[in-house]
Nanobody, 116 residues
Framework: QVQLVESGGGLVQAGGSLRLSCAAS????????MGWFRQAPGKGREFVAA????????DYADSMKGRFTISRDNAKNTVYLQMNSLKPEDTAVYYC?????????WGQGTQVTVSS
């Protein structure tokens, strides 16, 4: 079982920045593929970004490329999502995900609201 706790969400004006953090439990964090997803009101959950265990390979949804950066600190069992140039359409609950072999674990989510 892997527990994930997100933090860093909040209210920001369009064009602003936020950095989300996700602290994970477990002794083998560096083997987890970590990701961020988001869910806007009335919409399904969508992929945002992912990073491999070593942190040397990342993937992004097209609409986030160039604005969002995922990173991780394996010494701290933490993954980050730096979000720049935020837009009102980025408003959503952001969820941290850990993929451990065939299992998926989710955090409780953190709200990000971008005002125009």
């Amino acid at each position: 079982q892997v527990q994930l706790v997100e933090s860093g969400g909040g209210l920001v004006q369009a064009g602003g920045s936020l950095r989300l953090s996700c602290a994970a439990s477990g002794r083998h964090f560096s083997s987890y593929v970590m990701g961020w997803f988001r869910q806007a009101p009335g919409k399904g959950r969508e992929f945002v970004a992912a990073i491999n265990g070593k942190g040397d390979s990342t993937d992004y949804a097209d609409s986030m490329k160039g604005r969002f950066t995922i990173s991780r600190d394996n010494a701290k069992n933490t993954v980050y999502l730096q979000m720049n140039s935020l837009k009102p359409e980025d408003t959503a609950v952001y969820y941290c995900n850990a993929r451990v072999q065939i299992a998926n674990f989710w955090g409780q989510g953190t709200q990000v609201t971008v005002s125009s």
